[in-house]
């Protein structure tokens, strides 16, 4: 009776082929599940297609835009490979990000009217230490109690928005705001450069990149890297070989919370330019599809940072031009995360069919 | 302090603290079957915005609640599917389930932002709620299924040897989670503020998930906890009425500093921690051949 319905096998080793083609296979299927609901929303599939993923990058402008929108991505996910390589599962990027955006945000309204060519290295660097202290809380509570950092992290993430949320509503408030929820703004050398004129791609870009070269060299030349892959899938074996899972947790942590923290202070002292209550759309959690969608990998992350930063512009677009609302970008990231996940099956096992 | 400003502050707290105990209790009874499912925001917002949307059509109470619980087992069936079938992450497919339950209620609800509606009562449902967690709390301590089902969250391998679908009972499971959670959605956009905005369900999902981690997985202090949670956020609300300096944000960030102290505590010690969280939660069960 249930010979029609395929039964799932173990693979003894996990597929390397599969492993190119899930991403492939989720956002082929993604598409055609956005053409169903653009279709029964009463849109030309073809057209809606095109309106959110082709008209957006069309221009430079929506070319610089998407590497605007990509930046973050891209550098938060690579951070989150760290942990997500070693079976670490920091969800609080959102909340490293933000601290970030404190930390490095604050030397800026600090040196408010200072203009030196150190402002803007130093706000990075307060930036970074910004988020890995934040993302160290989690990994010093799991080393010392044992604590669950998924929930840790997570809960994080709303204590560092309410911190955020304090500040500018209080101490940090612009004094002529006119009593808006921001604070003063950066001086124009706490501002990261912009690459072209009149395009807001910016700086950080550079540093991402170069973040994601060291990240690649890392993971792939170094021993450190090795032991986060070995840690990753085979604790046994790690504890085995004498690897301290301890510092890794430790490294792993601050790695990705100085990531998440660098990207949010580039996203303030960035297109931003100062602090106010929603600097992030949610960079921190979608970065972790970014992450998976990549799968781990410095090249694939660029590519997912790319391919959700689009889901972004899209929404904007088909908010504009199809009267869709933005949050349609929500389902498109949600959906292509199910196929992902769905799809990752095909890694590690294979599917046979009974015979009779 | 008048006894009507005293009685009236109760019940703004009894109305405010329902949803977090639906929410509550469902997420405890799907991380008791051995799966934490991340997904409860979005699944209250889609619960909230497919009630409000068939009380608009319909006018009727009766199918708008139960269209919104239909609503929240098809998306945890979805969560199901992926987890117990695909053997998915977890954590991810739960982000997943949230971030596309953002995406979908603010589509679905786009015509009817600002629409009126005539709220219904709440009572009913403040009440209900104190039952559930009792009906909870009499299954799993009570009864043959509830010792079941907590053996499948401690042990799969066991219960699966002796003979229990593991597959089956954390399905149902999962679903019970998603109908309460979209339960209380629904009785955020009917009852507590009968209207529909984008994100309305504002962060209390991700309350309901530290609630069950607070309540070190018991049913009756997922209530306790709710009315803690509940009650200081409304008492902050009176006391920045009435002019008090404190900070806000500060009261607000008490649950989430809350849960990590509790979590630190009850994990600090092995024991402990063997008895208040399920052993299996999160690992996949693989059957094998």
């Given at each position: 009776m249930n010979n029609f319905l395929p039964i799932i096998i173990s693979r003894s080793q996990s597929s390397n082929l599969m492993n190119f083609f899930v991403p492939i296979i989720a956002i082929v299927l993604t598409l055609i599940t956005g053409s169903i609901i653009f279709l029964l929303l009463g849109f030309d599939p073809i057209y809606a297609l095109y309106t959110f993923f082709i008209s957006p990058i069309s221009s430079s402008y929506g070319l610089s835009e998407l590497l605007v929108k990509a930046t973050p991505l891209a550098l938060i996910a690579i951070g989150l490979a760290f942990c997500f390589k070693n079976n670490i599962y920091n969800i609080g990027a959102e909340g490293q990000l933000t601290m970030g955006a404190i930390f490095g945000g604050g030397i800026g309204i600090l040196f408010h009217d200072t203009n030196a060519f150190w402002l803007l290295p130093l706000m990075i660097f307060a930036g970074a230490i910004g988020g890995a202290l934040w993302g160290l809380i989690p990994a010093l509570l799991k080393n010392k109690f044992n604590t669950n950092e998924i929930l840790t992290s997570l809960m994080l993430v709303y204590i560092a928005l309410f911190i955020l949320d304090y500040l500018v509503v209080g101490?940090?408030?612009?004094?002529?705001?006119?009593?808006?929820p921001k604070s003063r703004a950066f001086s124009e050398s706490g501002r990261m450069p912009l690459l072209f004129d009149g395009l807001r791609v910016h700086f950080g870009l550079i540093i991402t990149l170069f973040l994601i070269f060291v990240s690649w060299f890392v993971f792939s030349k170094t021993m450190f890297g090795f032991q986060l892959k070995v840690s990753g899938f085979s604790p046994k074996a790690a504890r085995y070989a004498g690897f301290n899972q301890t510092t890794l947790i430790f490294l792993a942590f601050g790695i990705c919370g100085a990531f998440a923290g660098i990207a949010g202070l580039s996203e303030v002292s960035g297109p931003i330019g100062l602090l106010y209550r929603d600097i992030s759309p949610n960079y921190g959690f979608t970065a972790i599809i970014v992450a998976f969608l990549g799968r781990l990998h410095p090249v694939g992350i660029i590519f997912a940072s790319l391919i959700i930063a689009l889901t972004y512009l899209g929404a904007e677009d088909a908010q504009l031009f199809l009267q869709i609302p933005s949050a349609v970008g929500f389902i498109f990231q949600g959906l292509v995360l199910f196929y992902l996940l769905g799809a990752e099956l095909l890694i590690n096992y294979k599917l046979a069919f009974k015979k009779t | 302090m008048s006894i009507e400003l005293i009685v009236g502050i109760l019940e703004i707290i009894l109305i405010a603290t329902t949803p977090l105990v639906f929410a509550g209790i469902g997420e405890l009874v799907t991380e008791k079957s051995g799966v934490l499912n991340l997904g409860v925001e979005g699944m209250m917002l889609v619960g909230a915005v497919t009630a409000f949307v068939t009380l608009v059509i319909t006018g009727s109470y009766f199918l708008a609640f139960l269209i919104s619980v239909l609503s929240g087992v098809v998306m945890s069936g979805l969560f199901a599917i992926l987890v117990l079938f695909l053997m998915s992450n977890q954590i991810a497919t739960g982000l997943a389930l949230t971030i596309f339950g953002i995406g979908l209620s603010s589509m679905l609800g786009k015509e009817y932002i600002g629409t009126p509606i005539d709220g219904l009562s709440p009572w009913f449902f403040v009440i209900f709620s104190f039952v559930i967690v009792f009906l909870i709390s009499y299954f799993f301590y009570k009864t043959k299924m509830g010792l079941i089902l907590r053996a499948v969250g401690e042990s799969h391998n066991s219960a699966h040897a002796l003979g229990y679908s593991v597959i089956k009972i954390r399905f149902l499971s999962i679903l019970f989670g998603g109908s309460m959670c979209a339960l209380a959605g629904s009785y955020i956009s009917i009852c507590y503020a009968p209207m529909w905005q984008e994100g309305m369900t504002a962060g209390r999902g991700w309350i309901a998930l530290a609630l069950v981690v607070f309540a070190t997985w018991k049913p009756e202090r997922v209530l306790i906890g709710a009315y803690i949670f509940g009650g200081v956020t409304i008492l902050q609300m009176n006391l920045q009425a009435l002019g008090l300096r404190f900070p806000g944000q500060f009261f607000s960030m008490a649950p989430y500093i809350a849960t990590i102290v509790v979590l630190v505590f009850i994990s600090s010690n092995r024991l402990r921690i063997k008895l208040s969280a399920p052993a299996s939660l999160t690992i996949p069960f693989y059957k094998g051949r």
């Open positions: 101490p940090w408030k612009d004094p002529n705001g006119f009593s808006f | -």
